[in-house]
């Protein structure tokens, strides 16, 4: 596509020489994201307010360039990556926690804050904020927003749609909107809040963000339970989750996993463990404390080896090392991982498990699977070297078989990393083309000239 | 409007003769809601199942046929009248509860299952709906959908919207789409379900609700707290708010409302009481009866005067005896009633209370204001006889202030009505003009011929 010298230099005099860049080092830095894929912008800018991204996307949209809005660039699916080159618009300058309402549970932010920061004010303010994508001590709101990330603590409350009250987004007109509300409750209007919440930034570029808050759970008892096979485990999840206790994690880890983590671990694992289940419960003191016992005898009920509950906050911090060590230990075993982010309705995860596992055999790849179990979402990673043709393909048929599995159970191929680019030629097995038209026509609605993020989700 | 000979043996033949009909007594049965207005349709049709509805659409798209669905008519902004003729397709007979599937926590139901039976249907399981609009003995799901309706449990729970995981829906065209999962997440592609989700029946008639279920309860315990003011009311409300005890409903009566239903309660009223709160608090057994000491040793704190614990269930059901009495015995004081549902932020109700006040001194009229105090859901019940010119001249001036302080407070104009005919010349008060075109916009997408429910929402 290529920037003229004079829109350039116009883009420059909104943001300023210091805030727009043609770099090579900074497009190579701002062109790729977790998939690893990578492509080049033509620049990148870092607006630093509402009116700034106001006067780009004018500009932008007079001229016809692409923009690309990109929090951390922590993605799954590309959805952060200029596929067509454009200009990448990064809104880490934007990063203020406006406002934390402590009197009705709200804080206003702005789309660059990272998520962990979010966590950390408010909690000093006696307040929860719910969603906690494993990446939260990196990713953006804004992303978050834009993918609708969910994250272990999704079993009991829910993903980030259910946080979000209102926007405030800029269009690629260059105009400025407002979506839902200040308050716990609202429907005047169609819900334009959700329906860019999980939009992959193909609707709006988000400039504020509304969030819904709730009081800090008094207390939190973590539990690590050992079972000598994926199959018991996958049962006893189910089983569990039909307990009117709710924990707050269901989060598992295969055999695979746990051999790949089995040197981080800081407690003594059961010889025979061949399945791992990490549960987090919350509430009020004493309730956690039973809950916790009532759950660990149903562990041992349901075949259990062992079960751990930690004493403390370390203790907890120790259980919870194994399923934290796990990501980044997954990219030493291969050079390349796919990793897909099924859902499955929570009785069909043993089902799902040994699908996976007849998926592993046949393909002759690693294939490590582990996730928020307790709402039937698995992540799944299937690890092969891309440079070798022949596992790029054997992992590329492991990819559809997972899918066709997947939809075959009544699950969806996406729980919460979005479609962005890696999931476009999937989207069509689970959304019929008649709903796909639809929801061409309303991004046709929000972006007429197709200048916003295009080519994503859906070609 | 009109339905010639030709067209209406058309419709005849796609439901049977039974199933349609012209006659003056149905059309006037269908001729209103709980608004009171009444605009008489063409004729009322009555299908039995998706296919029906699509070869209805199908036909009216081509001769330019308005339908206007309808479950229980109890909605209370005028959604589902037919203020321009057309034929009023009433999903009564599609009221099957298709499955509870125990195991993942789902319901699949019909769009005109009466709600009060979902929630038995499904407490009989051992789960749980919580959405409970006050109509749910008479208003369908289908209609809830449409409404996105809350209740009083939305202040723990949340709305309809938080519960509906996807959809089947007949579009304009007579196309069927579906949208969403049957899992606990999914973000495949643009959010469908939640646009649809409280758009008031102007987008698609939905034809299968996929409901997320939770675990029923184990306890539940309820309370209610006397004052002798509304002022301190309404302090100790946001109050109790800010404790880590989130009640299931938060529930406020003004003295007017008190007044009003004095003889139907059976048990004692303190002498000075000009307010009173109805609290509810559920789950673990142990638990409900700690917080229950809690809140109530935190709302003596408040000022309260008295707090009555409810023993068992019959001793709740006499405490909401009075909350209950209060919709149908307003009508008895004043033949007309304009009922807004207003929401505020939390810390603003007792100002909201006062604004209350004092629009009832300023109009001369009578004024009752209870709701869902916990999330800021004001029903503010304005009486008056619209024969009256002076009064009907009064009551609509009540309104336009009501509506002037809520939004100067940060609130919106309906929490869980809607939109319908009774709030549209106030709508583009919250709701910027852009934001509205790009409702128009999807509205669009979906009903190019503006066949569906026209003349709702936005003009």
């Known amino acids: 596509m290529g920037l003229s010298p004079a829109i350039y230099s116009d883009l420059e005099k909104i943001v300023g020489k210091k805030y727009l860049t043609a770099q090579k080092e900074e497009l190579l830095c701002h062109s790729y994201d977790a998939t690893g894929r990578s492509f080049l912008p033509d620049a990148v800018i870092f607006p630093e307010n509402q009116d700034q991204i106001a006067r780009i996307f004018k500009l932008a949209s007079q001229k016809k360039i692409c923009i690309i809005p990109r929090g951390s660039g922590s993605g799954m699916t590309g959805g952060a990556i200029p596929i067509d080159g454009g200009v990448v618009l990064v809104t880490s300058r934007m990063n203020k926690i406006i406002e934390i309402d402590e009197d009705n549970f709200i804080a206003r ?124 485990a996958a049962k006893a999840i189910s089983s569990v989750m039909k307990q009117a206790i709710i924990p707050r994690c269901v989060e598992y880890m295969d055999e695979a996993s746990i051999d ?76 390349n991982k796919i990793n897909e982010d099924i859902v499955v309705p929570i009785s069909k995860i043993p089902e799902m498990v040994e699908i996976i596992r007849k998926i592993q055999k046949e393909s002759g790849l690693t294939v490590v699977s582990f996730g928020h ?38 699950g969806t191929i996406t729980g919460e990393h979005g479609v962005g680019i890696t999931k476009m030629k999937y989207l069509p097995r689970e959304i019929g083309s008649l709903e796909l038209e639809i929801m061409k026509g309303i991004k046709k609605v929000f972006d007429p000239e197709n200048i916003l993020n295009p080519g994503k989700i859906f070609s």
């Open 260 to 335: 790949l983590v089995r040197k981080f671990i800081s407690f003594e694992l059961p010889k025979k463990t061949r399945a791992l289940l990490i549960l987090e419960l919350d509430g009020d003191k004493d309730q956690v404390e039973q809950e916790a016992e009532q759950i660990k005898a149903f562990c041992y009920g349901a075949g259990a080896i062992e079960v751990l509950v930690a004493a403390d906050k370390a203790g907890a911090q120790n259980l919870w090392e194994a399923r934290k060590a796990l990501s980044p230990v997954l990219y030493k075993i291969a050079p």
């Open 109 to 232: 932010v702005e789309p660059g804050v990272v998520v962990s920061k979010i966590h950390s004010a408010v909690e000093a303010c006696g307040l929860f904020y719910p969603p906690d994508p494993a990446s939260s001590s990196v990713c953006t709101i804004g992303g978050n927003v834009g993918e609708c990330a969910g994250g272990p603590r999704a079993v009991k409350y829910g993903v980030t749609r259910d946080y979000v009250l209102g926007l405030e987004a800029v269009i690629p007109s260059g105009e400025i909107i407002k979506t839902g509300v200040s308050t716990a409750k609202g429907v005047a209007g169609y819900d334009l809040t959700r329906l860019i919440v999980g939009s992959e930034g193909t609707l709006a570029v988000v400039t504020k963000v509304i969030l819904k808050l709730l009081p800090k759970p008094k207390a939190v008892k973590t539990l690590a339970v050992f079972f000598d096979s994926m199959d018991k």
């Open 373 to 410: 179990a307790g709402d039937g979402n698995i992540h799944c990673n299937i690890m092969y070297d891309k440079k070798d043709k022949v596992q790029a393909k054997r992992a590329e048929k492991a990819v559809d078989d997972l899918f066709t599995a997947t939809l075959k159970l009544g």
